[in-house]
């Protein structure tokens, strides 16, 4: 667990990146909402601070006026146990508050988390909400960047965010199959740094050997997939993904164009020529599994992955495993309002390791579990196979 003062430090880094990297838009880029998943921009900003104010300020600071009575309504996302909210859909129908109101809003929530850090000697139930505050928004600006990409990218100019921001890093090393063999091993987060409580309850698990690539697909492996009609083989999907396939016309990962008969892709830096090199990214679980049935080979378990890992670069993709999201056998949930946070998600779910480009500093380790629906690709996702 962290000493005050290094949270101090967490606290104003964290605030200070998510305003990084929304410098790069304009203002209309904050306020739009093209699809129920992707949220505007203004909205991850004042919702991660409404977190610290509702979570933090109104139970910890003495005397802690709010900025305004009607930010709960509005920036509240799924904590029904918190009162009423605006529905998801309608966040981007909001123009107002403005963005220039939702930067005051953060001034005034920073300034006085940054007072209650450096004048109280806080209790370790405050210092751990503080903890999950930083890391709830670090994940928001792993939104940021993938929902900031999906309205750039499906504006029909695509403009580009950033020049600077490389999404499409090479492995640049052979493919090697790592054998792990038959045993029990034990998964779960033990260290005292912070994890999500989803990730606690270290346990046994039995694995069978199995053999795991150290690659993630790349574009040009997947390409063959395309260019050999994968799309099209119905014995290589599940019912509801080949349902999705034909309901939504797809035919190749998101963010893919062909244009004048050459592969592109929209990146944050606009729209380049398709990397054969690249991992590829912006595929569903449903497109890893057909790819895997293509290749005669199948995903890891999450349990598989957390053990090979160590053996493996990761960190450029979120990685579709096969494993359901669920409990850990000694899973406890928190009490309150904060035991919404992902106990409650866990039903029809995919477990996803690893990390992406878009993943915020300090916010890795190899025990997490991220999750999404099996249809959904406006993350960073991509996957690696074993056989
Ligand atoms: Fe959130």
Redesign the pocket.
């Known amino acids: 667990m962290l000493s005050q003062s290094q949270l101090l430090q967490l606290f104003k880094e964290t605030r200070k990146d998510s305003e990084s990297i929304c410098s790069y838009l304009e203002t209309e880029d904050y306020v739009v909402q093209p699809i129920v998943d992707v949220s505007p921009p203004k909205w991850h900003l004042g ?2 601070t409404w ?1 610290f104010e509702e979570f933090v300020l109104k139970k910890f600071a003495k005397n802690h006026k709010l900025f305004d009575e009607n930010t709960a309504f509005v920036f509240n ?1 799924y904590y029904e146990s918190v009162g009423e909210k605006v529905v998801r859909t309608d966040r981007g129908n909001l123009s107002r508050p403005t963005v220039a109101w939702i930067y005051k809003f953060r001034d005034y929530v920073t300034k006085a988390i940054i007072e209650l850090l450096e004048n109280e000697t806080l209790s370790t139930e405050a210092l751990e909400v503080l903890e999950i505050g930083c890391h ?1 928004e670090k ?2 600006q792993e939104l940021l960047y993938t929902d900031i990409k999906y309205i750039l990218g499906n504006n029909p100019l695509m403009p580009g965010y950033n020049q600077q921001f490389e999404e499409n890093p090479i492995q640049n090393f052979e493919r090697e199959w790592i054998n792990i063999s038959e045993g029990v091993y034990e998964i779960g987060h033990t260290s005292d740094d912070f994890s999500y409580d989803n990730e606690l309850g270290a346990h046994k698990t039995y694995l069978q050997e199995y053999t795991i690539s150290n690659k993630l697909v790349t574009n040009a492996e997947y390409l063959e997939f395309v260019q050999a009609g994968g799309y099209q083989d119905v014995l290589l999907w599940h019912a509801e993904a080949w349902d999705w396939v034909n309901t939504n016309n797809i035919s190749t990962p998101f963010y893919w164009h062909k244009i004048d008969n050459v592969w592109h892709q929209y990146t944050l830096k606009g729209l380049v020529k398709l990397d054969p090199d690249a991992p590829v990214t912006h595929i569903s679980y449903y497109e890893a599994f057909a790819y895997a049935q293509w290749k005669g080979m199948r995903l890891p378990t999450e349990q598989e992955w957390e053990i090979a890992q160590k053996d493996f670069e990761w960190g450029s993709r979120w990685e579709w495993t096969e494993s359901s999201y669920a409990p850990y056998p000694d899973y406890q949930k928190a009490d309150g309002a904060l035991g919404e946070y992902n106990g409650k998600f866990m039903v029809n779910q995919k477990v996803l390791r690893g990390a992406s480009v878009a993943t915020s500093s300090k916010h890795s380790r190899y025990t997490y579990r991220n999750f999404f629906h099996p249809q959904l690709r406006w993350q960073f996702t991509g996957f690696r196979l074993v056989k």
């Open positions: 919702h991660t977190f996302s709830h994940q928001h």
